[in-house]
Every structure is written in structure tokens, then in C-alpha cells.
């Protein structure tokens, strides 16, 4: 597995997880990541990407100001942390390595994906 999600779990609502994604060093240089979700029922949705460069993010309307994103390109390593956490973040979590630099919020730009991670929120 070259791209792999961690960290979910089942929390209650305002609470805070750290999700963490490892990448194989060709998947992460050079290229932009992201995470997306797919609760259940629903079609997968944007989150959050991040440049390769770091020096840009982008987020969900419904995320922004709870989640962040991070990197860690000596390490390969991608994050999401996640406060104040609803109900209605209750979804399978994926990490992604776009197909460039820049970040990117469509699904369709992103070559690697990794399997998800659980995220239950209750109320």
C-alpha cells in the first residue's frame, strides 16, 4: 500500500481527531495532496488539498475554520486535524497525490488514492 489513511475513530461531537496519511516518495514529491470523504449514502466530496510547496491550501466551506491540513515532505506524510468535530462529519476519510504541484479540489485531478479511514461523530 503506497498511500495509506490513519487515524480515525469514533469520537463525540466537538471533539478532535488527527487524521494522518504515508505516502511512498513517488507519490508524494513534486505533487499536491488532498483528502476527500464519503459518508454513507452520499457521493464522495472534497475536503481539503494542500500544495506541494505548502504555501497553499484550499478547504470545504463545511470544514473551513475546524480542519487543517498540513505536510511533512521529509517524511512523506500528510495530516488533517480535525477540531470541533458534528455528526455530520461522520464519513470514510481518503487521502489523495494529485497529478501536480498546485492543489486541486477536483477528485478528477488526483492520480493516487489510499484507503480510507473511519470517522464517526456522535451527537
Known amino acids: 500500500v503506497q498511500l495509506q489513511a490513519s487515524g480515525g475513530g469514533s469520537v463525540q461531537a466537538g471533539d478532535s481527531l488527527r487524521l494522518s496519511c504515508a505516502a511512498s516518495?513517488?507519490?508524494?514529491?513534486?505533487?499536491?495532496m488532498g483528502w476527500f470523504r464519503q459518508a454513507p449514502g452520499k457521493e464522495r466530496e472534497f475536503v481539503s488539498t494542500i500544495s506541494w510547496s505548502a504555501m497553499y491550501t484550499h478547504y470545504a466551506d463545511s470544514v473551513k475554520g475546524r480542519f487543517t491540513i498540513s505536510r511533512d515532505n521529509g517524511n512523506n506524510m500528510l495530516y488533517l486535524q480535525m477540531n470541533s468535530l458534528k455528526p455530520e462529519d461522520t464519513a470514510v476519510y481518503f487521502c489523495a497525490a494529485a497529478r501536480g504541484a498546485g492543489p486541486a479540489t477536483n477528485s478528477q485531478a488526483y492520480r493516487y488514492w489510499g484507503q480510507g479511514t473511519l470517522v464517526t461523530v456522535s451527537s
Open positions: 516518495r513517488r507519490m508524494f514529491n513534486n505533487n499536491a
